[in-house]
């Protein structure tokens, strides 16, 4: 738009719900913030050109591709964005950075630690910037919590507890989508939900040291469904399928620092469409936040004059709050897309000028070995030691 | 975008914190739901040149005009916006009906109710497509509600109360901006906020019969600044000039259908950003709204079972609640904007298809008759009858 | 019990829902305070004897009597505690005080102004210790509140705003019980409802100067029913009577001290079982307070760091609130009953200084002629002035 | 009180904050409910003369005993209420058992599982009636939840998650108060707070299978005082002693029904007061609770219409919830200490009657058995089962 500012041309790869999400953030970033680079919607990528072509029209998209491996040779793309199923993240994403392109790729990383490991050396040996997407943290209540958590004002944290309760596939009828398929997704609620509150967790207290924990399945099978690609649907055979998945996912972690973590992630937790919370208690201080409320940051302080102490509920929309001064007048809320937006003034920046933003790929290793850790630690029934998986 | 797709090419008056809202809204609408024409930003028109094409260029304007009869006069423009302070919409407005334009009008409608009925009689002798800017009512939740009480499920309504608490003038020293200048803005809270807790009492509840009430100026003098055109700023004077607008405005009402309101707008009530609530009680249900979580809305149902009756908390953000398709899956929620996107939805819809949607000129004068009234009563002490001031 | 202690032989007229709280209240005092005189329950008064017998025996009264004339002149009674319905509270009181007894009595005072002035005017002139029962102040939250604001932590006040929403009696078919006799209660939402609305906000924020307001009756008739002495109870006959006592109760006020205020109650707000909230804005901060979550004082101060402003939330049931440390450790809330426990013990402390506690007939007087001037609002339309009721 | 009931007089051993709570619920059981036999506050227990006597006098207690067999050994004592730290509990209970009196204990019931075990040996070889009292299960709300789950309202049982928070020592120089000594009280939180959240998910969901966690101490030593009975207290030497118990308990468990739960109990929590939570997902439906809002039950029903589903907040206070028909009219909140006064009700019925009220000392040793599986696991960190602890 300036004259002056470079562009950035993006080259996404898949066009669904997360698709959505960050064409989105592309499109209205600028309009908000002022980023370092200009996006350029240049290119999408899918498998099934009519619906490509239609959501290249719908999201704004230059062109399409309907292979990845020709949108990573194209010359005019400078950055691939990730956002198709897991199981092909770690190919698409070492392959554009063996093709210089900068990565963006939407969590979990890949399938495994392992996956994630290569992705991770792969940008590094070719010196691209890389971003994984764990929006949440850019909630300006989030990054309130971590500014407060930075400056001591919690002091040494004792307790994080982090919940990630949804409910759309309690119905046993809900069929065997792609996120049911252990091949395509790796994980269930683990890898989709439990991956967002570790970032959390990570972002706000630290490095975990053990954990363990249960992955748990409660509906054993689900009707097939011819296409099982959409997020929802109902079934249109009477043929079941076996749910390679976990349902659930709970376990308890030590973090490097002393604190102690408890974290569940759900798909059955009736009444909570997108219940992300977390609640942190340290030494001097507390919060308490959740996602469908995201605005707001509830802060306790222990120095607080004694009789009129209590949490305080923050409208983190004032101008003083983390990115909230680039939208609206206090107490004019935002949603759950200005997370994408606010994350990516941070990739644009990074790739701007050289650096590799957080969190990047070396978080996606470490938030995937909690992830392995867990599963083994289901398999086992014995703690797990992260340093262990990350050697 | 699409090829077949007609164009409304749009010329915006103003540039401050509605043009930014009503900028996003025409740029964002379109990746979110289809209208049925394809908005335009065509021109934006403001008096200072420099601040002007800084603006144009960060919104994504094609071009800019520094008088706005200039705008009015070109023939690449449909629809006229107007969303510069209060004391101008009318000549604007009229003028751009006498044009042949389309009228968009930030709320509220004009400085008087005088002036509010000429405007109605302009679009409405030119036969052009005119809107009022009440976003609230855009709300999915509102909506939702709007719904409910449509359907009978609420019953005969009783009660209304609405508050729009604010606080961001409370410091004496917060200086005489254009929104406390009486000849600009005509009112203080009473035309900024309550105007609000009227449209939403009017689309829920229906029309008022009479209403008794105060305008209160609890501050009476503030410093001058030189440019009091910002929302906010210090004094940078010792000069110090009368507030001839209102910090607070209370009143009571009677609805034609026997329902009763109380109302309070106010500028002094510290903590509340942006309180806008609302609550409506009636003879099957009751409902509760607050915009600082917007997304959800309260509902009480009195044939629920006895022993489990108590307000529903719904998250509003589910398909089957409106406009909440268009954006994310359920629990994901969305913000202060896209009141504004969804408004701006049925005004392209309306001008497609050649019906004025709601709210228009016709709500902007019932409002203004509303407002009016309270103003009269507040300096007589008397009950105001609406119908009155109509005639 | 105490040996050394002076006893105060109790004489209660009346028996049921406030006959049930008195009594409990005067039984459960010393187990949790340490009033200067130990209240014994020495008789208790109605007219049907078989009921007032159970009565006597369940809530641990020494003896009974059917005529409140006889229990005056009992010389085993030092004060007389009238919990009968509104219409018998002057005879009594007046009775009783004559005769020398210190007099409790229940809210709202008497059914008119001049009465509750007679009733002043009898205590005053026989000397004896006077109360009236406005419970709700003595809950350890708005103690809290009003410790503040004597405080100037909340500076000037300019706004209250009171609601008192109730659900009772909205079934149509809900019987003409007393409380809906005007001949008996005076009044309905009005005198039962708003009269705690007022004694919290003379008790927050000051005296009143002027109100206007509506009083309300939605259901005009409703069925008769052979007794009519019950809170509860459904239509037996096909016979309807005239509601002469308003359903809702509406009203807003100028204050002495410059605040505005807007009152509302009603028994029409469905979902609302005991809805009594308070809120305050001053210059300095703001309260938040509502009885169905009692223990909790909402609490906002600007001067609280920016970024961290918002409501605390705070659990008034710490030793350094008001009462709480009477009881159990914080965050072991207490209930409704203990407003009355709080409130009896300045009664029984009042009685043995030989003070008169607060609030006392004085706030009772000033009570009815906030009532009384809603009232004669409501049936003139115009804006009434206390003072000229209290003249 | 009534001539033909039968008493029942009670001996209570201590007379700190439980022993408060005790006596009160006795004392004011018969003012709301009609117990089968009247309780009689016979004698109370302690060691040190002065305090006791006392406090018998302030809680209206008949008589007092210095020594707990001289109490047993009273032909005038129907039932010993045992109050004192958790080290005294097996000894007394099983004398009393032996001495033929009934037992009432406050949990948890013993140091360990094994002296629980003799406990319940004890009371069942003397054929008394016995009773561990688990006040939480009576807050009328819980008592809701558990009839839904019941009538099978929830459906099968997917998660629950129990926290109990609370902050009182978290100051370094709080002192090594008795709760604090491992010797005398067996564990910290959890056996003091997790005890509660274990008997809440046996009450809702049902019997724990197995369990794996941790006990964390983060202050490891505290200052030495005096006198360390009391709750409270801060260091009056520099003397310090090590911290055997924990400050926090963090466990997940599978239940025999295939259900998963997280549990967290910690005096570690800044900001929680006395925190108290529980949440259970089932397969229809989800409930919520806060002991802090004690009053409420949040409840979600999958099967509520579409668009209208959101958790109901109900409070809990109206004539059909259980036990609340026996206090106040409907949004008429009650407090912690009702909780002792529903239980006590069915104490005082299962003696009348000769069955053992639930929770009992069978409750309290499959409660103990949890607790101690825990343990082990904190130290072993292996899972442990719990049928393997019952053999």
Redo the contacts between chains.
């Keep these: 738009?300036?004259d002056v500012k470079k562009e950035l041309r993006i080259g996404m790869v898949g066009y669904k719900?997360m698709g959505k999400?960050h064409?989105?953030a592309f499109?209205?970033v600028?309009?908000y913030f002022d980023p370092k680079v200009e996006p350029v919607l240049q290119a999408i990528c899918g498998r099934q050109e009519e619906d490509l072509k239609q959501a290249a029209?719908?999201?704004?998209w230059n062109s399409y591709e309907t292979d990845w491996r020709k949108l990573i040779e194209r010359d005019d793309i400078d950055l691939i964005d990730i956002v198709t199923p897991n199981n092909s993240h770690a190919e698409i994403a070492i392959a554009a950075a063996k093709a210089g392109k900068h990565v963006f790729c939407e969590k979990p990383l890949a399938l495994t630690l392992e996956q994630s490991k290569e992705m991770l050396k792969a940008v590094q040996e070719n010196g691209v910037i890389h971003m994984i997407n764990h929006n949440y943290r850019f909630s300006p209540a989030i990054q309130?919590a971590k500014k407060l958590i930075d400056e001591g004002r919690l002091g040494k944290i004792?307790?994080v507890?982090a919940?990630y309760?949804?409910?759309?596939i309690?119905d046993p009828q809900f069929p065997l989508v792609w996120r049911l398929n252990k091949d395509i997704s790796g994980s269930g609620s683990h890898g989709d939900l439990a991956a967002h509150s570790i970032d959390l967790a990570r972002f706000l207290v630290g490095e975990f040291e053990e954990v363990?924990?249960?992955l748990?399945t409660?509906i054993k099978e689900r009707p097939i469904v011819e296409s099982s690609s959409g997020?929802s649907g109902s079934a249109s055979t009477d043929k079941f399928g076996k749910v390679e998945v976990d349902d659930?996912s709970?376990?308890?972690a030590?973090f490097e620092n002393?604190a102690?973590g408890?974290f569940?992630a759900?798909r059955?937790?009736?009444?909570?469409?997108?219940?992300n919370r977390i609640?942190i208690?340290?030494?001097?201080?507390?919060i308490r936040w959740d996602?469908?409320?995201?605005?707001?940051l509830e802060?306790?302080f222990?120095d607080?004059e004694?009789?009129?102490?209590?949490?305080?509920?923050?409208?983190c929309?004032?101008e003083?709050?983390p990115y909230a001064g680039a939208?609206?007048?206090?107490?004019?809320?935002?949603?759950?897309?200005?997370t994408f937006i606010n994350l990516v003034t941070e990739l644009l920046n990074g790739v701007a000028e050289g650096y590799n933003p957080l969190p990047n790929f070396e978080d996606g290793v470490r938030n995937a070995a909690v992830l392995e850790a867990v599963e083994q630690s289901s398999q086992t029934?014995?703690?797990v030691r992260i340093a262990d998986l990350l050697e």
Tied chains: 1, 2, 3, 4.
């Excluded at 059955?268 to 219940?275: D, H, I």
């Excluded at 208690?281 to 507390?286: T, V």
């Excluded at 004694?306 to 409208?315: E, M, S, V």
């Excluded at 939208?327 to 200005?338: R, S, V």
């Design positions: 738009m300036a719900f999400a064409s989105h499109r209205d600028s309009f029209e719908k999201m704004g309130m004792y307790h507890r919940l309760l949804q409910d759309w309690m363990t924990g249960i748990e409660f997020l659930a709970v376990f308890i030590r002393g102690i408890t569940e759900t059955f937790a009736g009444g909570n469409r997108n219940g609640e208690n340290g030494e001097k201080g507390s996602m469908e409320n995201m605005n707001n802060v306790y222990h607080d004694p009789g009129l102490q209590g949490f305080r509920t923050i409208n929309t004032e003083l709050h939208y609206w007048p206090a107490g004019h809320i935002i949603g759950y897309e200005h029934k014995q703690w």
